[in-house]
């Protein structure tokens, strides 16, 4: 039942408050700075909340509380009003395990009749009383607190590193294959690399389809990812850059986001292979990222440059949700000048997961096109780039890299035609 939330100011805030063992998570949108203050004020003096981000534009907003899943998400209902209220409903109708709150300037009956049939639990307008707002957030820590768990969500993995030669295309290919065959699940590789676009290569492809086919396209959507996705041998999907980097010039962070919200529509797991420069891009993949693995090698320069990268991170509110963002530690040799240890105390995070620095073994396999995890499973990386893939999906991904691989025939019946290079 919606609630209409406004009155006088300066009322006391409610006296209870949210248990920490039922502790909600909220994503608020509003394009005024002063009102996403105060909105935020608001939040944050409520015991038990935790504010997962905030975004000013209402796309972007929404892609990023696709990926945060928030208990909450307060979007400030401001025109034009249409397009927010379409944008919302779709939204609802995705993940209706949201509670999803309204800032309006207005509180008129027609306002409120169509924020019901968006799927609005709340509706807040000014003067802001923070006692509503503290029982309307109690109301939804409740109902959540009564539900118990849900359906596994469908990851996207995004594989960066701020500095080039990171190894973050080797990390991405070889992590697609090994998800592919420890799991059960339809797993998709995309490359959004747009300097460099090596991903297809480095699988054994040379790209006969390409994000290049979708740059200028009238309009996003299944069938044109379709003609654009080159299939594996071991099953594995993949979004490829064109052979001719210029072709994939222009394509705009918008469109990025569509083609990310529609594979994850379709497959459980996207690996993203990410452009190293932190653009509307980038900022776009993040957004949208379950999880990123954040690259370092056990240098100097590459400790500066995560931390110059962990510093972003923590003003757009990516550190907040425990465990999105993870350390991994590539290159690792037992004579190097820095140790594991030292990365992690230099940048005052754990590693996530360690991977050899096996040069031989990876070398090898990118001049043959044949990923390690395919080809010498058996070797230091490859054992752990698969324990890598066990970590990220515990009790999902069980089997050892090769062993017991499953059948490969049977696909996504949406690509079953047109899918193979």
Same mark, same amino acid.
């Given at each position: 039942?919606?609630?209409? $939330?406004?009155?006088?100011?300066? %009322?006391?805030? #409610?006296?209870?408050?949210?248990?920490? +063992?039922?502790?909600?998570?909220? =994503?608020? =949108?509003?394009?005024?700075?002063? &009102? !996403?203050?105060?909105?935020? +004020?608001?939040?944050?003096?409520?015991?038990?909340?935790?504010?997962?981000?905030?975004?000013?534009?209402?796309?972007?907003?929404?892609?990023?509380?696709?990926?945060?899943?928030p208990a909450i998400l307060l979007l400030d209902l401001a025109p034009p009003v249409d397009d927010t209220l379409v944008a919302a409903s779709q939204f609802r109708l995705e993940h209706p395990e949201v509670a999803l709150f309204f800032?309006?300037? #207005?509180? &008129?009956?027609?306002?409120? =009749?169509?924020? $019901?049939?968006?799927? +609005? %639990? &709340?509706?807040?307008?000014r003067p802001l009383d923070r006692a509503a707002l503290g029982q309307a957030v109690e109301r939804v820590a409740t109902l959540s607190a009564r539900k118990n768990g849900g359906d596994r969500p469908r990851k996207i993995i995004t594989v960066y590193s701020g500095k080039g030669g990171a190894g973050v295309t080797a990390i991405a290919t070889n992590l697609a294959i090994t998800l592919k065959r420890q799991t059960p @699940?339809?797993? *998709?590789?995309?490359?959004?690399?747009?300097?460099s676009g090596d991903a297809a290569f480095a699988l054994g492809h040379t790209p006969t389809r390409s994000l290049g086919d979708l740059v200028g396209a009238?309009?996003?959507?299944?069938?044109? @990812? %379709?003609?654009? @996705?080159?299939?594996?041998?071991s099953g594995l999907f993949i979004l490829s850059q064109p052979d001719q980097l210029e072709r994939a010039d222009g394509m705009a962070p918008d469109q990025v986001g569509t083609v990310l919200d529609i594979l994850s529509s379709v497959f459980e797991l996207v690996v993203v292979d990410a452009p190293h420069a932190i653009t509307d891009v980038t900022l776009e993949i993040f957004d949208r990222s379950t999880v990123v693995l954040l690259l370092a090698e056990p240098t100097i320069p590459s400790v500066r440059a995560v931390r110059r990268s962990l510093d972003v991170?923590?003003?757009?509110?990516?550190? =907040? *949700?425990?465990?999105?963002?993870?350390?991994?530690?590539? !290159?690792?040799?037992?004579? #190097?000048? @820095?140790?594991v240890a030292d990365v992690e105390r230099a940048l005052e995070m754990p590693a996530f997961a360690k991977i050899a620095n096996d040069y031989a073994a990876m070398s090898r396999a990118i001049n043959l096109g044949k990923p390690l995890c395919s080809t010498h499973t058996e070797s230091r990386a490859g054992r752990d780039l698969a324990a890598l893939g066990r970590a990220l999906l515990p009790g999902v991904a069980k089997q050892p890299v090769g062993a017991g691989a499953r059948e490969r025939g049977a696909g996504l019946r949406l690509f079953a035609r047109g899918g193979r290079s």
């Open positions: 039942m919606i609630s209409p $939330i406004g009155g006088p100011a300066g %009322q006391e805030g #409610s006296s209870r408050s949210i248990p920490m +063992a039922n502790a909600i998570s909220a =994503v608020l =949108v509003h394009r005024d700075p002063h &009102e !996403r203050a105060q909105l935020r +004020a608001a939040l944050a003096a409520i015991p038990g909340v935790q504010l997962a981000g905030e975004r000013a534009d209402v796309r972007a907003g929404l892609a990023f509380a696709r990926q945060a899943r800032w309006a300037v #207005s509180y &008129e009956p027609e306002t409120l =009749v169509r924020a $019901i049939r968006a799927g +609005a %639990q &709340e509706v807040l307008r @699940l339809e797993v *998709a590789l995309v490359d959004l690399d747009f300097q009238g309009a996003l959507d299944s069938a044109s @990812l %379709q003609g654009a @996705l080159l299939r594996h041998e991170f923590h003003r757009l509110n990516y550190l =907040v *949700a425990p465990d999105r963002v993870k350390l991994v530690v590539n !290159r690792c040799a037992d004579h #190097s000048d @820095l140790a």
